[in-house]
């Protein structure tokens, strides 16, 4: 399993790709990962891309915990950045919705789950783009 991340400074946005089993590890150590890229910006979109993902190790204490880690750091997002979840099948679809619903009020930006990249792309003001969905992590 991993989850990596690419900033695309020249669109403002950071796509996070989840794939293979995922863990609430994993991810919050990536996500701490990319605050600290020297790219990084508060306002950048994010696409969360879970077309990879083949199951999720976590429950609801666990997401609980990692929304919690993160209130922080989103807490200086500007208000009406947006950030979409791209999760295409149920066991994602589902995921993702629960981490909307776990943030719901608690952050400046806003966030949607999506089951094609068509609306993602569309939320965050973007034309569609397969490479982005594909590209090669940050290191």
Do not use: W
Not at 55 to 80: E, S, T, W
Not at 123 to 131: A, I, K, N, Q, Y
Request: with cysteine; glycine share 6%; net charge negative.
């Amino acid at each position: 399993m991993t989850v990596s991340y690419k900033i695309h400074p020249n669109l403002h946005l950071v796509c996070v790709t989840y794939s293979g089993e995922v863990t609430p590890d994993q991810y919050l150590e990536s996500f701490d990962r990319y605050l600290k890229d020297p790219d990084y910006a508060p306002d950048l979109r994010i696409l969360m891309n879970m077309t990879t993902a083949t199951g999720f190790d976590i429950d609801f204490k666990a997401m609980f915990q990692m929304v919690l880690h993160q209130i922080p750091h989103y807490a200086n997002r500007p208000k009406g950045t947006r950030a979409a979840i791209l999760a295409p099948d149920d066991l994602s679809f589902g995921i993702g919705r629960m981490y909307q619903s776990l943030t719901d009020g608690q952050l400046p930006s806003e966030l949607a789950v999506f089951r094609t990249a068509e609306e993602a792309f569309d939320f965050l003001g973007l034309e569609p783009d397969d490479s982005l969905l594909s590209a090669p992590p940050t290191d």
